[in-house]
C-alpha cells in the first residue's frame, strides 16, 4: 500500500514527499525537522502511535495538514476525534485521493478560511 500511495503521490506536481517512517516518534522527528504541508498517518500504527502522533503534529503545527489512512469506520472516527484533516478509509480510489490532496492544500494556502 506504501509504495501504491507514493506513486500516486508522485503524480501530483505540487507534491514533494520528503520522508517516510514507520514509527509515529519518527513521524514527530520528521515533522519537526521538515515542517511539511501535509501529513500522511498510516491507522496501522503499532500501539495507538498513529493517534499520539497526530495529536501532538496538530498540537504543535496546526497548520499542518494530516491524512489518515484508516482501516474500518471506527478507526476513521478515531482519526476525527484525534484532529485529522482528512480521513481515507482503505480500498479508497485515486480520484478520492487526489480531491482530498487539493482540499488539504487548499487550507494551507488559505489558512484563514479554515
Not at 11 to 31: F, H, R
Not at 72 to 91: E, F, H, S, Y
Request: hydrophobic share 45%.
Amino acid at each position: 500500500m506504501r509504495e501504491g500511495l507514493r506513486a500516486l503521490l508522485r503524480t501530483i506536481p505540487k507534491i514533494e514527499i520528503v520522508g517516510q517512517v514507520d514509527q509515529g516518534s519518527a513521524a514527530l522527528e520528521m515533522v519537526t525537522r521538515e515542517r511539511p504541508a501535509l501529513v500522511f498517518l498510516n491507522s496501522s500504527l503499532p500501539f495507538e502511535e498513529a493517534w499520539m502522533a497526530l495529536k501532538q503534529i496538530k498540537a504543535e503545527w496546526p497548520q499542518t495538514q494530516c491524512i489518515v489512512v484508516a482501516d474500518n469506520i471506527q478507526q476513521q472516527g478515531m482519526a476525527q476525534a484525534a484532529g485529522a484533516d482528512g480521513v481515507l478509509l482503505k480500498g479508497y480510489a485515486a480520484e478520492t485521493l487526489f480531491v482530498t490532496i487539493d482540499e488539504a492544500l487548499m487550507r494551507v494556502d488559505r489558512p484563514d478560511e479554515q
